[in-house]
């Protein structure tokens, strides 16, 4: 597999269609990393780390729809989107979130934009 984070965005894709209330990645630093931003988000409402792997515990209503209703890859190993802080896509007009990897490290378009730092758009979720 040459993209691990299109790899994790997929799985979780397909746990929601699925209604499935968990699913499991393979560990890295970076994944752990965006887990926690999409649990601070209120996109997931936990993660844990078990023996080399990464499980994601979704969030749903109460009605069972989804916390995130897409999410998608933006840079991809092929083709790279490189921005700066000023050029910072903003998904949904606002309501959606897009994560980036900086100099600073991972974050979200909206602490990129305070921290005015630029960098790779990893994804965007909605």
Known sequence: MTDSIADMLTRLRNAAMARQDQTEVPLSRLKMRIAAL???????????????????FLRYSSNRSCAFAGIKRASRPGRRWYVGYQDIPKVHNGLGLAVLSTSRGVMTDRSARSAKVGGEVLFEVW
């Open 38 to 56: 999409l649990k601070e988000e209120g996109f997931l409402s936990d993660y844990r780390v078990e023996e080399r792997k990464l499980v994601l």
